[in-house]
């Protein structure tokens, strides 16, 4: 049974930072490139970043480059989130997923349609 874990989310002030994990189990995890994606209030689902299988690959929505850092260690099969410099439009659930096709590609956007597992959620609430 695949299973994604997601922890770390909490309420934090303008300009603080997070990090993120996603402990991942019942699949090849270093086969597959990881995602996370996030609900926000109002505006419903985003992709925010992804990784490929190997770890030395990766994406960012254009909001959130330069603040957000994706890693991930294969032997611990966790994916992160580090998240700096977060502002208020950063709220939301954030959703580590699973690719569901095999590979050491990343792409630099998703169809939420090409992610066959999800976790159960994080919230992030950053306040003004």
């Known amino acids: 049974e695949v299973r994604l874990v997601e922890s770390g989310g909490a309420l934090v002030q303008f300009g603080g930072s997070l990090r993120l994990s996603c402990a991942a189990s019942?699949?090849?995890?270093?086969?597959?490139?990881m995602s996370w994606v996030r609900q926000v209030p109002g505006k419903g689902l985003e992709w925010v970043s992804s990784?490929?299988?190997?770890?030395?690959?990766?994406t960012y929505t254009d909001s959130v480059k330069g603040r957000f850092t994706i890693s991930r260690d294969n032997a611990k099969n966790t994916v992160y989130l580090q998240m700096k410099s977060l502002k208020p439009e950063d709220t939301g659930v954030y959703y580590c997923?699973?690719?569901?096709?095999?590979?050491?590609?990343?792409?630099?956007?998703?169809?939420?349609?090409?992610?066959?597992?999800w976790g159960q959620g994080t919230q992030v609430t950053v306040s003004s």
């Open positions: 019942g699949f090849t995890f270093s086969s597959y490139a």
């Open positions: 990784i490929n299988s190997g770890g030395y690959t990766t």
């Open positions: 997923t699973k690719v569901e096709v095999m590979g050491s590609l990343v792409k630099d956007h998703y169809s939420f349609n090409e992610f066959d597992y």
